[in-house]
Each structure stands twice: as C-alpha cells, then as structure tokens.
C-alpha cells in the first residue's frame, strides 16, 4: 500500500499531461523553409557558401553582402556579394561556382551565378533562391512531343568573326585581355566549365567561339571518373558538384556546375541558364572536382562526371531544375573512320535540337 500511494501522485500527473500532447500532436505540422527574403538582406550582413574545390568535400567560403540591384533584368533581383577564403583570394570567381549556395544567418538566400570581365575580386550576383523556385519548380513539364514541335528548326549560319564578338559578351573573361575597354566590363553568367574528352586538342581549339557564344568554357578532361569510396551512394546535396550531361561513350561532353537547393527529389543548380531551351531532358550526374586551376583569364574547376543520378527537366534564366532517380534517353552514334588504322567510335548524344 505504502508503494501504491507513493506513485499514484505521479500517475495522476501523467494522465493529466497526456491529454495535452495528443491535442498537440493532432495539430496541423506547420513546414516553415529556412529561406531568406530579399527585402530581409541589407548591405554589411556576412554569411557564408558552399562548393567543391577538390574531391567531393563540400566546403564553406566567406560572403559580405554589397547591396542589392532590383529589377536588373525584368522582374529580377540580384544580391551582389563578396566572396573570400579558401582559394578565391588567389583565383577570383572560379568556372564551375555556378549555383554555389549561398547563406546568411543559416538561411539560404540564393545561388552564385554572375561575375564582372576583369574584377580583380571575387565580387559576385547571386540569383534569389525565391526567383529560383518560382521559375523552376511550378512550372508544368511538357511532353516531349510539345518540346519538339519546332524540330525542323536550324541554327543559323554564323559567320566566324560574328563567333568571336559573340563570344566577348557572353564569356565572363573575354579572350582579348590585353584589350582594356571599359566598354567590355559587362555583367555576365559565371562560366560554366564544358569538360571534354576524347576530342583533339586542335580540334577543341577550332570550337571554342562556337563555344563561348553559348557561355561554355571547354576545357579537356577525363570521362567518368570512378569513385569507390561513395560510388551508388553518391546523392546531389547543396554545394555539392552536378554536371549536365551532353556526350557519353568514347566521345564525352559534360557541363560542371553546383547544386543550390533540393526538395524531395527536386534539385535547383547553377542559378543562370545552361543553353535556356525551357524544357529539357538531360542526364544529370554527381562529378568529382580533381583541382582549381588558377588563371589570370578564367580560374576554372578541373573536373569529370562521376554517375548519373537523374534529368534534368528545366533550363530557364533562373537556372536548371532536375529529378533524382530518373533517366534521360540518349541517341546511340557509331562511327567507322576507314584508313590505315580501322578506327571505330561508340557513343551517345543528348536527344535536343540544339
């Protein structure tokens, strides 16, 4: 009796709690997403960001917000930052930061994506992750047979020397960097490192205006690399390196950038447009990042693609948008090069009228 009395106290306040925590636990769970406003940031705050410099470490440099430019393009707003730590003192912007998340009291504000021809810092635009999300995850994905309703469109005849003015605009480091004119110090997406391999390097030379007229800088590299250590487990997480894929087999083109958001499967990357077709369908791939090559023209991530891990659906100005665990068709090419050596290539190319 002594020890019935002892505890029947503690079991009346036990059944006179318990109430409260089952009316708790019927509430509606309100989602509240750690994500930063635009009208929230002023000049002076720090914070930090996230990307891959070697390997597939994923690691933290330093932000200081500059100001906010509203309504630099229509309906858009860009967050200019400064970035420093790690390699960028010595590097600059770096090809390949493309969609490095940015943070600012432990809430995401958006993704490098912009950079200045000729700034001696590491002075940086960063797209609004809210800018991101509208234009990339409530957009309805059309049917393959709507994306190709111009499919007997051509790419127009361009002229090489129109390909080396083109490519003055859209590169963030323009090939003429002996040539100071003021009038080249424009506001560009950051570029987007095209790594290929299998192709001449004399060959490569001859494309590259076609090249940087889409904002692609190519660089020779390795195809898939193998990475035991995180091969099948490999999974696309803020900061982390993706690559687009374009070209896989004996031949192989992939474009390297990094993740800035994921949601559920939803993965938001690179914060400015990869070749902006709207709707895509692209193999998405993990990649491994060997080094940052420092350059006085363009300081660019050496890097290869790892696995493929989903598609890409989305390639709008805001960004590219893809789905984990999904597949992406490819179109099988063989060619037969007749001579004194019998050479034969297999590969695959995406299936896009670009």
């Known amino acids: 009796m002594e020890l019935k009395t002892f505890k029947l106290p503690y079991l009346f306040m036990l059944f006179s709690i318990f109430p409260v925590f089952i009316s708790q636990s019927n509430r509606p769970l309100l989602a509240v997403e750690n994500i930063m406003d635009v009208d929230e940031i002023v000049p002076g705050m ?5 990307t891959v410099f070697t390997g597939e470490r994923i690691e933290i440099f330093n932000v200081e917000v500059l100001g906010i430019i509203r309504n630099w393009e229509a309906k858009s707003n860009m967050i200019l930052i400064r970035m420093s730590g790690g390699p960028l003192e010595k590097t600059g912007i770096i090809a390949g930061m493309s969609g490095s ?85 424009a506001l ?54 993706v690559a687009a894929i374009l070209v896989k087999g004996d031949l192989s083109a992939a474009v ?24 895509a369908d692209l193999p998405m791939a993990s990649a491994y990042v060997y080094t940052v090559l420092s350059s006085q023209s363009n300081s660019v991530k050496m890097a290869s693609p790892v696995e493929i891990v989903g598609r890409i659906r989305q390639d709008r100005k805001s960004g590219i948008a893809g789905i984990l665990g999904e597949s992406s068709p490819m179109i099988p090419c063989h060619i037969e090069v007749e001579g004194s050596q019998k050479l034969i290539y297999d590969f695959e190319v995406v299936d896009n009228k670009l």
């Open 101 to 185: 998340p940015v943070y600012i009291s432990n809430r995401l504000v958006g993704a490098v994506a912009y950079g200045w021809s000729f700034a001696k810092e590491a002075i940086a635009g960063v797209t609004p992750i809210h800018e991101m999300k509208r234009t990339l995850l409530n957009i309805p994905t059309r049917e393959k047979s709507d994306s190709l309703a111009v499919a007997e469109w051509e790419l127009p005849s361009i002229p090489q020397d129109d390909l080396f003015k083109r490519s003055a605009n859209t590169s963030i480091m323009p090939q003429e960097v002996t040539n100071h004119d003021s009038g080249k110090i």
């Open 46 to 50: 720090k914070g930090y960001g996230k």
């Open 256 to 279: 390297v950038g990094t993740v800035t958001y994921v949601e559920g499967k939803n993965v938001l990357a690179f914060g400015h447009p990869f070749l902006q077709t709207g709707t």
């Open 188 to 241: 560009t997406p950051i570029l987007s490192p095209l790594v290929i391999s299998g192709v001449d390097s004399e060959a490569l030379q001859r494309m590259q205006p076609l090249f940087h007229a889409c904002g692609l800088y190519p660089v020779q590299g390795g195809s898939y690399v193998s990475c035991p250590a995180t091969s099948g487990t490999n999974k696309l997480v803020p900061g982390a390196s």
